[in-house]
C-alpha cells in the first residue's frame, strides 16, 4: 500500500521568500502524485499533478514541484511567496488506473509574515 | 462548468438526530468520494463508488455511517444517530473523464457540529 510523509507540520516564510514543501512517498511502482492546496474554510485545490514524463511540473499559482525517483521524493517550490499562499498544502500518491484512491499526506501549514 | 456541490455547507443537529449530507459530483466524473477532516485525524477517506457502486467503504467509522449513489449525479451520506465525536468537515470529492480519471475535485464541504 502506498504511503505519504509530509515531515513539516507547520512552516513560516516572510512575503517575498523562496518556499519548498516537502513530501516523501512510498509506493512500490510508478506513483501518481498531487499536490493539493486548502485556504481556511474552504476545499482542496488541485494545485498540480505529476503522471508521468517531464518530472518538473508546474502547477497554478506559480507553484512547481519535481518528482525525484531516486529520494522518492515530490517537493513543492515557489521562488517568491505572497501573502495569499497562506493556506494548508497538501500531497497525495494514486496507484494508478484502476484503483482510483489517493493516500494524502497530514499536510503542511503554511504562514507568511510581512 | 460546476465543480462538486454539496449541500448543505453547515449543519447543527442535536445528539441522536439523523444528519443526510447531499452531493452533486461533476458531469461526467465515475468516481466519487466521501471523505470527513477533523483537526485530531486530518483527511480521512470514509469510501468511494465508482460508476455508482460502492468500491470501498473500509473507511467508514461504523454502522451509523451509510452512504449511497443511487445515480451518477447524486450521493449521500447519511449519519443515524449521530453522535458529537461526529462533528467535523465532510468533503465530497469526484475524479473521472477522458485522460485525467485520477484526478479528484473537491466540493465546499460541510460542516457538521453535532451537539
Known amino acids: 500500500a502506498q504511503s505519504v510523509t509530509q515531515p513539516d507540520i507547520h512552516i513560516t516564510v516572510s512575503e517575498g521568500a523562496s518556499l519548498e514543501l516537502r513530501c516523501n512517498y512510498s509506493?512500490?511502482?510508478?506513483?501518481?502524485l498531487f499536490w493539493y492546496v486548502q485556504s481556511p474554510g474552504q476545499g482542496l485545490q488541485l494545485l498540480l499533478k505529476?503522471?508521468?514524463?517531464?518530472?518538473l511540473v508546474q502547477g497554478i499559482k506559480g507553484f512547481e514541484a519535481e518528482f525525484k525517483r531516486s529520494q522518492s521524493s515530490f517537493n513543492l517550490r515557489k521562488p517568491s511567496v505572497h501573502w495569499s499562499d497562506a493556506a494548508e498544502y497538501f500531497c497525495?500518491?494514486?496507484?494508478?488506473?484502476?484503483?482510483?484512491?489517493?493516500?494524502f499526506g497530514t499536510g503542511t501549514r503554511l504562514t507568511i509574515i510581512p | 462548468d460546476a465543480g462538486v456541490i454539496q449541500s448543505p455547507r453547515h449543519e447543527v443537529t442535536e445528539m441522536g438526530q439523523e444528519v443526510t449530507l447531499r452531493c452533486k459530483p461533476i458531469?461526467?466524473?465515475?468516481?466519487l468520494f466521501w471523505y470527513r477532516q477533523t483537526m485530531m485525524r486530518g483527511l480521512e477517506l470514509l469510501i468511494y463508488?465508482?460508476?455508482?457502486?460502492?468500491?470501498?467503504d473500509s473507511g467508514m467509522p461504523e454502522d451509523r455511517f451509510s452512504a449511497k449513489m443511487p445515480n451518477a449525479s447524486f450521493s449521500t451520506l447519511k449519519i443515524q444517530p449521530s453522535e458529537p465525536r461526529d462533528s467535523a468537515v465532510y468533503f465530497c470529492?469526484?475524479?473521472?473523464?477522458?485522460?485525467?480519471?485520477?484526478?479528484?475535485?473537491f466540493g465546499p464541504g460541510t460542516r457538521l457540529t453535532v451537539l
Open positions: 470529492a469526484s475524479s473521472g473523464g477522458t485522460g485525467n480519471s485520477l484526478t479528484q475535485y
Open positions: 509506493y512500490g511502482a510508478t506513483p501518481y
Open positions: 505529476y503522471f508521468s514524463g517531464d518530472t
Open positions: 497525495a500518491v494514486g496507484a494508478g488506473f484502476g484503483n482510483e484512491k489517493l493516500t
Open positions: 458531469s461526467g466524473h465515475n468516481s
Open positions: 463508488f465508482n460508476n455508482n457502486v460502492p468500491i470501498d
